[in-house]
């Protein structure tokens, strides 16, 4: 697997790969799981040339979130990305993504502040910036993200129809611990006990999808409120939402249950089709 640390030297890299392979890129924070490397092991099976990048995105975190302490590792990121199957990996800086004087961003208006975008302003934009210029710099023919972040893929898509990127968005599906907990980089924040808890929001979203199919979407969104406070777990949002707009759904369409909340001190977030 090869390395590129600049966007000159990954640009070498995607102009070396022959014209008519395809390409497949799984844009990831690090501190990979099984949750990425099944991305990974997808693309793999589908494209000619797999990247991978790792990048903890500064402009994604919020002030007072955990930008700093995020979970870093680097050597053991390259082991698995390799193993999975990634060619190239791209591990850019800071300053190779911002350099002084970078201005632009990307907003996709509404889908962007609601849910997800409230709790965390600027959250989307910071996303929505970070993959556009990851996009350019790939120039991937697919792009791949998991369901877990279901508001993100959202956001993403949204971009890719509203600014004509040429990339075909994949959707792979959430990886989950035994218990279900859905794996995510900021589960080593949890002690043993927050641990066990946790499995709270995957209880809550099977119990909601029950509730949803018998009793209505407000049913289901007051029981999987309950059953988070009752296990001590404190909810941001626990909402039935049509799966594309997040926004009220239709009856009669598709539903999908997104929760979001802190067990200790770690924001957790997950999601189910009902
Ligand atoms: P992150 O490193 O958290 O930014 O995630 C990088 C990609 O991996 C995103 O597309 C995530 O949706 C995806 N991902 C994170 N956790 C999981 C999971 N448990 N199952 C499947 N995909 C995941």
Redesign the pocket.
Known sequence: MEKARTIESMRKLRAEVARGLRLGF???????????L??IRTARAECDVVVVSIFVNPTQFGPNEDFASYPRSEEDDLAHAREAGADYCFLPSVEEMYPPGAASTVSVGELGAILEGADRPGHFDGVATVVAKLFNIVQPHRA??????AQ??AVVKQMVRDLYFDVDIVV?????ESDGL????RNVYLSAEERARATSLHDALRAGAEAARSDGIDIAEKVMWELLVDRGVEPSYARAVDPETFRDPDPSGPILLVIAARVGTTRLIDNLLA
């Open positions: 799984v844009p990831t924070m690090g501190a990979l799981h099984e949750g990425h099944s991305l791949y993200f998991g369901h877990k972040d993100q893929i792979g599906t959430t990886v989950r859905a794996m995510s980089s």
